[in-house]
Nanobody
């Protein structure tokens, strides 16, 4: 079965760091563009970061310079390294994969989604 599974969320203090993982099964993640999105209660799902074939990356302005998306193809896993975390980063974080070309900051481009992992930034 084609699946994406996020992990690594938790409670961190403002200014802290956290690394999220997204493990793919049933398909080869390297053949897909990948993205990270987040959703806070009562808000729309928001683009965070993406990486697509050719080695290109793109980040939302709100996380640029603080977050880094990366891949480990041997583990069929994508990561989101989050540094200098702020309270406004609190959300459920989702990974997604797209097998087509497009603008990867749109949710509609993605074919597969993980179940999400909670990140809470609070003192």
């Amino acid at each position: 079965q084609v699946q994406l599974a996020e992990s690594g969320g938790g409670l961190v203090q403002p200014g802290g760091s956290l690394r999220l993982s997204c493990a793919a099964s049933g398909f080869t993640l390297d053949d897909y563009a990948v993205g990270w999105f987040r959703q806070a209660p009562g808000k729309e799902r928001e683009f965070v970061a993406t990486s697509w074939r050719g080695g290109s990356t793109y980040y939302a302005d709100s996380v640029k310079g603080r977050f880094t998306i990366s891949r480990d193809n041997a583990k069929n896993t994508v990561y989101l390294q989050m540094n200098s975390l702020k309270a406004e980063d609190t959300a459920v974080y989702y990974c997604a994969a797209s097998g087509r070309s497009g603008s990867y900051y749109y949710t509609g481009v993605y074919d597969y989604w993980g179940q999400g992992t909670q990140v809470t930034v609070s003192s």
